[in-house]
């Protein structure tokens, strides 16, 4: 072997094979006398699944578009099933993909693609060409309308305002006869092509229109069969009188028609797209097929055609997914027309090609990923203070929080016992004002809004219209036409789009401002959080559903006092860039009283004692207040409110099932375990936790009515459960007021 | 790449008309986030406005970093999936590497500004 050939070769399979200069893989393979699939008719233009490969770790590559390179790892696919995939594809650098704004793209540079393009010439539209021999290959389009295009640098995103142009041209028609199957048979371009690149294939038979310059025995007549073992030996035709002629080869070289390549075409149906050129023409349309396989991608016959049809499967689409031609690799490139064909021959008309759907070609994970991110998930500006303390971080509300810092009864009794700290920047935050601030709010909320003087705060739902809970927070009023909104951290951007969405319907003249993002806030609780707040400098702190804006540790603070967790509690609103001082300010002045920051695991027992729900947890999408036993935060002597109309209608249909709370003794089921009156379906938990006060489980669930009561007791994880009323703790509520 | 800071700024609420003809002080940088919103990137009180119920807030929410103009289009080429503006200066906001994002075109530096919750994540993602 010498040094020249050397440099000239690649391995298939754990052989070497030698290329020439500007050979396509599959004319190397061609060279060697190799067929990459084994056999069916090659067309060295894209356009059919028999010569695809895994190169380089990637499956599922057309070897004809791929130019021979040295070194290249090229392996087979197996013949039954898919390759596998690779281990190592994890380690691969992303795919990048390019964003490029255009009027009108051009796919395809051939003759009629350039003229498209020339069309705009002496205009001053920004023209993107894209052409498939520059290795710039059309996968998709989109609705946008995108058009994204795989080349070796990765992945291209045009986005055309004007006009996508298709100039991809015409696929030749493949054989459909027995014996397709074997190797040695090429439509007609191929086998020109072949025959340029000086590949040796000895005797030629060509069949049907054939291109200039081939040297070939012509055969006329109509292809009835290959005949053959592995690789074609003879074709069968048959002439107009019916005799059949069977005529030996060594290659077959067939000319059956073209085929517009209009798959992008049709993927854009409803978009500015247009086809020119020879992706425009009419499709010639072959002779029905009578035997072999239409669709190798996957594996259909004419018998399949037959049987699925019989089943009443007469429209095109309903052939395509009950037999599954077309679905394949070459996104049926070879099976379409022999379908159409099929169906007309069948009584049938002539019925339009099946939808096209992006992609057409065989991406990579990474390729279809490229331009794309992983969902984000927003950190309050106390993360890095949560990391460093040790705590378990999980996405909860749509943000990561500290689940705990690993020993939640610490966290649990440092709250019920002398004070901590807990994360809260998550909340909805949202500044209401104007002159018709008031007005909004009380339309949008069952409270009374008006009751609620400048300085003071109230718990309030947010209903629907159909009088079902969305989600719940605080009203805080801080002066006549001004208030502070609190959401859920789950429900708070929805709740913004609604308050907006009514203000704007309703031409309500007020100004609003979502601080979620802008505000950090943190809960300081526990019996001694009053003395935590005396010694940063906060001397009258105050009354219980009071705000006001204060200094903390030298940090300006809008304080709420409310409760959550059942004991004396401050909300501490401020900048998020003060976030890290006043944090661990706090922590310091209260390290001699037991404080400990609290993460959500905590936070859930601690208010589940209290009976608090959490909308999406404890509610369903059905839930009214009277099933969830709020009716005291419904006032509907209001004149009106949103949701108040289905409220008053519902409230006249007996409740068939409520949120209610439950005791059992040991440890507390999963939530969502079923509960059970006897052997009946009883309901289920929403929330589970064990109450160290209690010193026993506690639940919130649905419980159904039976006879109109509920059940006192019940059964839960096999165990019995006992219904009492809430709250679990302190049920007078002292201590959120000390 | 600059490593992102937060940038003092101040948020105004207030009618468009309000809005339309505020006197901003000179050469401090305004942002319109909407028709009734904009960003002021210093702390602004309420003289320049005509709206006595405007809201007008200081916020340290927003982080980001000035970028060269070459290196921070190339990110954007990648990463941003709707049409940037031409002119300079200017003005836009969306989702930039599925982040929500600010940008201020000047004609050889971008301003990227994010709420602080993202900044990690697009610092990152800048990277």
Known sequence: ?738 | MPAFKVFPATRVVATPEAINTANWPKDSLVLPLALDEVLVLEKINSEFLDDPHSIIVSDTGFTGAWISADVGLEFLERCCEWELPQKRPAFAQGAVADIPVKLWFEEDRILFLTPGPYAIALENRMK
Not at chain 1, 153 to 179: F, K, N, Q, T
Request: proline share 5%; aromatic share 8%.
């Open chain 1, 1 to 738: 072997m010498n040094i020249k050939n050397i440099s000239r070769q690649f391995t298939y399979d754990g052989k070497a094979i030698q290329f020439k200069e500007g050979d396509s893989v599959l004319v190397a393979f061609q060279r060697s006398g190799i067929h990459p699939t084994g056999g069916g008719c090659l067309c060295l233009a894209g356009d059919c699944p028999h010569c695809i490969a895994t190169i380089d770790g990637i499956s599922y590559v057309r070897t004809c578009q791929v130019l021979a390179r040295k070194g290249m790892l090229i392996e087979s696919h197996p013949p039954d099933g898919a390759p596998l995939m690779s281990r190592d594809d994890w380690q691969e650098p992303g795919v990048i993909a390019r964003n490029i704004y255009c009027d009108v793209v051009v796919i395809g540079m051939g003759k009629s693609g350039q003229n498209a393009a020339s069309e705009f010439a002496h205009t001053d539209k920004k023209i993107v060409t894209l052409d498939a021999q520059a290795g710039q290959e059309v996968v998709g389009i989109y609705p946008g309308p995108l058009v994204v295009a795989r080349t070796e640098d990765g992945m291209l995103h045009v986005h055309p305002r004007e006009e996508i142009i298709v100039a991809s041209g015409a696929a030749e028609i493949h054989p459909v006869v027995p014996g397709n199957h074997l190797a040695g048979i090429l439509t007609a371009r191929a086998a020109l092509k072949l025959a340029a690149a000086g590949v040796k294939m000895n005797h030629i038979v060509a069949i049907g229109t054939q291109p200039e310059g081939l040297d070939a025995e012509r055969v006329v007549g109509e292809l009835i069969r290959f005949e053959g073992n592995e690789r074609v030996e003879a074709i069968v035709v048959i002439n107009e009188n019916g005799i059949e002629n069977r005529i030996k080869c060594d290659t077959v070289s067939i000319g059956l028609g073209l085929y517009p390549r209009d798959t992008l075409v049709r993927m854009g149906h409803d978009m500015a797209v247009r086809a020119v050129g020879a992706a425009a023409r009419e499709a010639d349309i072959p002779p029905c097929p009578k035997a072999g396989t239409v669709c190798h991608c996957a594996n259909v016959t004419v018998e399949d055609l037959e049987s699925v049809r019989d089943l009443g499967f007469y429209e095109l689409e309903l052939l395509k997914r009950g037999t599954l031609a077309g679905t394949g690799t070459c996104q049926g490139g070879i099976c379409l027309p022999y379908i159409r064909s099929f169906l007309a021959d069948k009584g049938e008309k002539l019925q339009p090609p099946f939808t096209a759907r992006p992609v057409n070609r065989q991406l990579t994970i990474g390729e279809m990923a490229a331009g794309s991110y992983h969902h984000t998930t927003p950190r309050t500006s106390l993360d890095a203070e949560h990391r460093q303390l040790g705590a378990r971080m999980e996405r909860f509300g749509g943000w990561w929080r500290p689940w705990n810092y690993g020993n939640i009864l610490e966290e649990y009794w440092a709250v019920r016992q002398a004070v901590s700290l807990c994360d809260v920047s998550t909340l909805g935050k949202m500044l209401v004002s104007g002159p018709d601030a008031l007005e909004l709010l009380e339309r949008l909320y069952p409270t009374k809004v008006s009751t609620i003087k400048p300085g003071r705060s109230r718990y309030a739902l947010l209903l629907d219209e159909r009088g079902y809970v969305l989600d719940d927070g605080m009203i805080c009023r801080d002066e006549e036409t001004r208030f502070n909104l609190t959401f859920t951290s789950g429900g708070s951007t929805f709740c913004e789009l609604w308050v907006r969405d009514w203000a704007e319907f309703w031409g309500l003249d007020v100004r609003l401002l979502n601080q979620t993002m802008s505000l950090g806030a943190i809960n300081v609780t526990g019996p001694l959080s009053k003395k935590l707040l005396g010694r940063a400098g906060l001397d009258d702190p105050p009354n219980f559903l009071h705000h006001k804006t204060v200094m903390v540790a030298g940090v300006e603070c809008r304080i709420f006092r409310l409760s959550f967790t059942g004991e004396t509690s401050f909300e501490l609103h401020h900048a998020t860039s003060d976030s890290v001082s006043l944090w661990r300010s706090l922590l310091k002045l209260g390290s001699d009283l037991g404080i400990k920051p609290h993460g959500i695991e905590t936070l859930l027992t601690l208010r589940l004692e209290k009976g608090h729900i959490i909308v999406g947890q404890d509610t369903d999408f059905d839930s009214t207040p009277r099933r969830i036993n709020h009716n005291w935060a419904v006032k509907l002597e209001k004149p009106e409110f949103i949701g108040k109309q289905s409220i008053l209608r519902t409230n006249k249909i007996p409740l068939n099932r409520q949120l209610v709370g439950f005791e059992q003794d040991g440890s507390p089921p999963n939530e969502g375990a079923v509960i059970w009156k006897k052997n009946e379906y009883a309901g289920y938990v929403t929330s589970s936790g064990f109450s160290h006060v209690i010193n026993k489980s506690v639940m919130l669930g649905w419980l159904e009515f039976f006879n109109n009561e509920l059940p006192k007791e019940v059964i839960i994880d096999g165990r019995p459960a006992y219904r009492v009323s809430t709250p679990f703790y302190d049920p007078e509520g002292a201590r959120a007021r000390i």
